[in-house]
Protein backbone atom coordinates (compact mmCIF):
# COMPACT_ATOMS: atom_id res chain seq x y z
CA UNK A 1 0.00 0.00 0.00
CA UNK A 2 2.71 2.22 0.52
CA UNK A 3 4.66 1.54 -2.68
CA UNK A 4 1.09 2.70 -4.61
CA UNK A 5 0.66 6.13 -2.12
CA UNK A 6 4.14 6.96 -3.53
CA UNK A 7 3.44 6.14 -7.62
CA UNK A 8 -0.06 8.21 -7.08
CA UNK A 9 2.04 11.49 -6.02
CA UNK A 10 4.38 10.98 -7.87
CA UNK A 11 2.34 11.37 -10.96
CA UNK A 12 -0.51 13.58 -9.75
CA UNK A 13 -2.09 16.43 -11.61
CA UNK A 14 -0.03 15.31 -15.12
CA UNK A 15 -3.18 13.52 -16.48
CA UNK A 16 -3.88 16.67 -18.72
CA UNK A 17 -0.12 17.41 -19.75
CA UNK A 18 -1.01 16.51 -23.19
CA UNK A 19 -4.87 17.15 -24.29
CA UNK A 20 -3.86 19.93 -26.53
CA UNK A 21 -1.39 18.04 -28.52
CA UNK A 22 -3.21 15.31 -28.71
CA UNK A 23 -6.57 16.93 -30.34
CA UNK A 24 -4.36 19.18 -32.24
CA UNK A 25 -2.57 15.91 -33.93
CA UNK A 26 -6.37 14.22 -34.63
CA UNK A 27 -7.26 17.90 -36.06
CA UNK A 28 -4.21 18.15 -38.07
CA UNK A 29 -4.55 14.69 -39.48
CA UNK A 30 -7.93 14.90 -40.76
CA UNK A 31 -6.57 18.39 -42.40
CA UNK A 32 -3.70 16.66 -43.84
CA UNK A 33 -6.35 13.83 -45.32
CA UNK A 34 -8.44 16.28 -47.05
CA UNK A 35 -5.24 18.27 -48.45
CA UNK A 36 -3.75 14.99 -49.28
CA UNK A 37 -6.90 13.85 -51.23
CA UNK A 38 -6.84 17.22 -53.06
CA UNK A 39 -3.13 17.02 -53.91
CA UNK A 40 -3.82 13.26 -55.06
CA UNK A 41 -6.44 13.98 -57.00
CA UNK A 42 -5.17 17.38 -58.69
CA UNK A 43 -1.91 16.48 -59.74
CA UNK A 44 -1.76 12.92 -60.51
CA UNK A 45 -5.56 11.82 -61.41
CA UNK A 46 -6.71 14.88 -63.49
CA UNK A 47 -5.09 14.00 -66.50
CA UNK A 48 -2.54 17.04 -66.65
CA UNK A 49 1.00 15.78 -67.41
CA UNK A 50 3.53 17.06 -64.70
CA UNK A 51 6.24 18.48 -65.80
CA UNK A 52 8.20 21.53 -64.87
CA UNK A 53 5.90 24.25 -66.86
CA UNK A 54 2.55 22.45 -65.02
CA UNK A 55 4.26 23.13 -61.63
CA UNK A 56 5.24 26.78 -62.70
CA UNK A 57 2.42 27.72 -63.62
CA UNK A 58 0.43 26.33 -60.41
CA UNK A 59 3.05 27.74 -58.20
CA UNK A 60 2.40 31.30 -59.31
CA UNK A 61 -0.98 31.10 -58.78
CA UNK A 62 -1.17 32.85 -54.62
CA UNK A 63 -4.32 30.33 -53.76
CA UNK A 64 -2.34 27.48 -55.05
CA UNK A 65 0.97 29.31 -53.08
CA UNK A 66 -1.17 28.98 -50.02
CA UNK A 67 -3.02 25.40 -50.82
CA UNK A 68 0.74 24.30 -50.90
CA UNK A 69 2.09 26.15 -47.78
CA UNK A 70 -1.00 25.11 -45.93
CA UNK A 71 -0.18 21.46 -46.68
CA UNK A 72 3.87 22.13 -45.38
CA UNK A 73 2.44 23.75 -42.13
CA UNK A 74 0.27 20.94 -41.51
CA UNK A 75 2.74 18.22 -42.12
CA UNK A 76 5.13 19.66 -40.15
CA UNK A 77 3.62 20.36 -37.41
CA UNK A 78 1.93 16.88 -37.21
CA UNK A 79 5.03 15.30 -37.70
CA UNK A 80 7.02 17.11 -35.46
CA UNK A 81 3.97 16.84 -32.57
CA UNK A 82 4.28 13.19 -32.99
CA UNK A 83 7.66 12.87 -32.75
CA UNK A 84 7.45 15.22 -29.29
CA UNK A 85 4.89 12.92 -27.77
CA UNK A 86 6.75 9.78 -28.26
CA UNK A 87 9.74 11.91 -26.83
CA UNK A 88 7.53 12.42 -23.87
CA UNK A 89 6.46 8.82 -23.72
CA UNK A 90 10.04 7.25 -23.94
CA UNK A 91 12.41 9.51 -23.05
CA UNK A 92 12.88 10.19 -19.39
CA UNK A 93 16.26 11.61 -18.86
CA UNK A 94 18.32 14.38 -20.24
CA UNK A 95 18.10 13.35 -23.77
CA UNK A 96 14.52 14.86 -23.81
CA UNK A 97 15.84 18.12 -24.02
CA UNK A 98 18.41 17.48 -26.47
CA UNK A 99 16.11 15.45 -29.08
CA UNK A 100 13.06 18.03 -28.68
CA UNK A 101 15.83 20.70 -29.28
CA UNK A 102 17.07 18.88 -32.57
CA UNK A 103 13.45 18.28 -34.08
CA UNK A 104 12.48 21.99 -33.43
CA UNK A 105 15.42 23.41 -35.03
CA UNK A 106 15.01 21.04 -37.89
CA UNK A 107 11.00 22.13 -37.97
CA UNK A 108 11.69 25.65 -38.04
CA UNK A 109 14.38 24.89 -40.80
CA UNK A 110 12.16 22.77 -42.66
CA UNK A 111 9.53 25.61 -42.62
CA UNK A 112 11.50 28.06 -43.09
CA UNK A 113 13.07 26.43 -46.40
CA UNK A 114 8.90 25.63 -47.75
CA UNK A 115 8.51 29.44 -47.15
CA UNK A 116 11.27 30.81 -49.21
CA UNK A 117 10.78 27.98 -52.14
CA UNK A 118 7.50 28.58 -52.51
CA UNK A 119 6.69 32.11 -51.55
CA UNK A 120 8.94 34.04 -54.42
CA UNK A 121 8.44 31.23 -57.03
CA UNK A 122 7.65 33.09 -60.28
CA UNK A 123 6.55 30.92 -62.97
Known sequence: MM???GFIDRYQGSGKAGDLSWLLQRVSGVALLFLLLGHFFIEHFAGVPVDYQHVAARLAD???KAFDLTFVVFALFHGINGI???IEDYLH???RVFWKGFFWVAGVLYLVLAFITILPFKG
Open 84 to 86: FMN
Open 62 to 64: PLW
Open 3 to 5: YMR
Open 93 to 95: SGW
